[in-house]
């Protein structure tokens, strides 16, 4: 694994500044790889590795530096739950820890650092001193990755019934005999508007 100032280097790179959220996501995955004991996630522990992360903050895009999982890899898994907190899946042994950042840790930076004027330079600082203890939960938790959620699932692509789009990775919904795609069965984060392109 890279030093902490490697990967926050990194992390600012690809998010675009530096940040509380960048020190934190790059603590919680570090933490992650180590308790899975994986040490070279970029290449030789490349194919071991799924993270779910639970929020699409600062700190998402820290993670997805250190841990080198993607969402174009499939790698990566977003639950849009709103949580500061990420699980880290070993696929090879099935091994999984969840790491979750403490509501406390948000006083205990100010406290720690009263002279800073702001409360993201209060963070940033904190975030790199607390204890692992301090600033996260962890837990083993098992998690049910089937043959379609892993990187390299190579499945049959259906075709909607009613809209006519290809559908892959067992994402369909069948129902009455017919297969719908996820807005054809009526989970819709858009609605048509009246301008047909
Ligand atoms: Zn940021
Ligand atoms: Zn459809």
Not at 20 to 31: E, I
Not at 97 to 107: G, L, P, Q
Request: hydrophobic content about 35%; aromatic content about 8%.
């Amino acid at each position: 694994m890279e030093s902490f100032d490697t990967y926050l280097r990194a992390a600012e790179q690809a998010h675009g500044h530096i940040c509380a959220g960048q020190v934190l996501g790059v603590r919680m995955a570090m933490l992650g790889l180590n308790k899975l004991g994986i040490e070279d996630p970029h290449s030789q522990d490349r194919k071991r590795l799924v993270t779910f992360v639970e929020i699409d903050r600062c700190a998402t895009d820290a993670i997805s530096v250190v841990t080198g999982c993607r969402l174009g890899k499939r790698a990566l898994k977003f639950r849009d739950w709103g949580k500061m907190a990420a699980t880290f899946v070993d696929v090879t042994t099935g091994r999984a820890i969840r790491v979750a950042a403490t509501e406390s840790s948000k006083a205990l930076a100010r406290q720690m650092h009263p002279e800073l004027a702001s409360k993201n330079q209060q963070q940033m600082l904190a975030y790199r001193e607390m204890a692992d203890d301090d600033l996260f939960t962890t837990q083993w938790v098992k998690v049910e990755l089937p043959p379609e959620e892993f990187p390299g699932y190579k499945g049959e692509r259906v075709v909607c019934d009613v809209c006519g789009e290809g559908i892959n990775f067992r994402r369909e919904i069948r129902r009455d005999g017919k297969i719908l795609c996820r807005n054809c069965a009526g989970e819709r984060y858009y609605s048509e508007t009246e301008n047909k392109q």
